[in-house]
């Protein structure tokens, strides 16, 4: 009915040599999302940044850059630059409030208790500038 199977697998699924590709231990996997979720943050924030400057939109991405970088090994993240459109603010918050919820709950499951109070500080900041009223700009 069916043919038997000539060749060798290429999925190693027995326990013995699995040296044929590489493996990352779950501790890494966590650095490279954590690292992920940071950087996109960062990105978010600059765009904030260049929006509506701030002090503490200067100090978090200074924060944010030194965090991904830590957990890059020292290589710097790349920034980002104002995309030159029309942005609305609350859209930008409510994107870096998701941001830092994701990262939050990954430096918690690494126990990365820096970037969490980053992560967490981070969220309160995007929460309150959300609750804030928006200032209508007048046209005439």
Known sequence: MYEPIRTKSVHSTMAG???????????????????????????????????????????????LADQVARLREGRKPARSVASGGQVKLTALHRRAHALAGRALVVAASRADTAAAILAAERMDAHAAAQAEPQELSGVG
């Open 17 to 63: 040599s699995t040296t044929d590709f590489p493996h990352r231990s779950r501790e890494e996997e966590l650095d490279i999302q954590l690292a992920a979720h940071l950087a996109a943050l960062l990105a978010v924030t600059d765009e904030l940044r260049a929006t509506a400057p701030s002090e503490d939109l200067d100090a978090a991405s200074d924060r």
